[in-house]
């Protein structure tokens, strides 16, 4: 066995209902260093992080090779398993995702997060999404496909109950297509948490702000990964435009 593919079967190992997967995002190979003694067992980019370190916004809009070098800078200084947000897998088409995967594990990750929406924030056609999931997922080998699904992020006037049953749809469908995990950011209510997770076989991924509630409150509900997203580097940032006010 690789120590890639030992990686892989390592991360898979830790997403645990009830005992969650803590993951603090990195953005570069420096912040990815810093975390290198911590007890943190695996590491995450966040698209918004490592965009913003780069110079650019959110959504794709980093150049997807330059995307690729700073991931395989992260993957060369740890030794812990790396996982990359590939946001909507730079490509229009199933073959173009699976591409970008295939340079993804060549740069050392050992899993990715691949999400639902489009360009303009609405969501993609289910079908459409697990064509690219498939592809992915067929790119990716044992590594671990955590599907993210954007139906929190819509303003639809749907009630959290609404869009915990289209999340539950999605969530099926993505699991036949080959997803390995459910990722659902903006999903924030406990309840609706607990309840996600009796109702999907897939471990469930949420996100928490660097002040959100104590992760035992999230353990509770059966989450498998908790996530912090652009959260980290927020905070650096916020911290080093502080220091020149002292």
């Given at each position: ?6 990686r892989?079967?390592a991360?898979?190992?830790?997403h ?13 190979a ?8 911590t ?8 698209s918004?992080?490592?965009a913003g370190?780069?110079?650019?916004e ?23 398993p ?17 591409d970008?995967v ?13 999400e639902?929406s ?9 079908d459409?999404?697990?064509a ?16 993210r ?9 749907r ?17 036949k ?35 959100g ?5 999230f ?5 498998a990964?908790?996530s ?8 650096a ?10």
């Amino acid at each position: 066995m690789s120590d890639q593919a030992a990686r892989m079967k390592a991360f898979r190992a830790l997403h645990i209902s009830g005992d969650p997967l803590v993951l603090m995002n990195v953005w570069d190979a420096g912040s990815a260093k810093a975390l290198a003694d911590t007890h943190v067992p695996a590491l995450a980019t966040g698209s918004m992080s490592l965009a913003g370190a780069l110079g650019y916004e959110d959504g794709e809009q980093c150049p997807r090779d330059l995307v690729l070098q700073t991931l395989a800078l992260i993957c060369r200084v740890t030794d812990k398993p790396v996982t990359h947000d590939a946001e909507r897998g730079y490509g229009a088409t199933a073959a173009e995702v699976g591409d970008y995967v295939s340079a993804i594990v060549e740069a050392g990750a050992v899993g990715i997060n691949l999400e639902d929406s489009v360009a303009d924030g609405s969501l993609r056609d289910v079908d459409e999404q697990c064509a690219r999931i498939s592809a992915a997922k067929s790119a990716l080998g044992d590594g671990y496909l955590n599907a993210r699904t954007d139906v929190f992020f819509q303003d639809d006037g749907r009630s959290v109950s609404e869009k915990l049953d289209a999340v539950i749809e999605r969530a099926e469908a993505f699991q036949k297509a080959g997803a390995d995990g459910l990722f659902v950011p903006r999903l924030t209510d406990f309840g609706a948490m607990k309840e996600l997770c009796s109702r999907t076989d897939l471990p469930v991924n949420v996100m928490r702000q660097m002040d959100g509630p104590p992760i035992d409150e999230f353990a509770a509900t059966g989450v498998a990964r908790i996530s912090h997203g652009p959260f980290p580097w927020l905070q650096a940032m916020a911290d080093l435009k502080n220091a020149v006010a002292l």
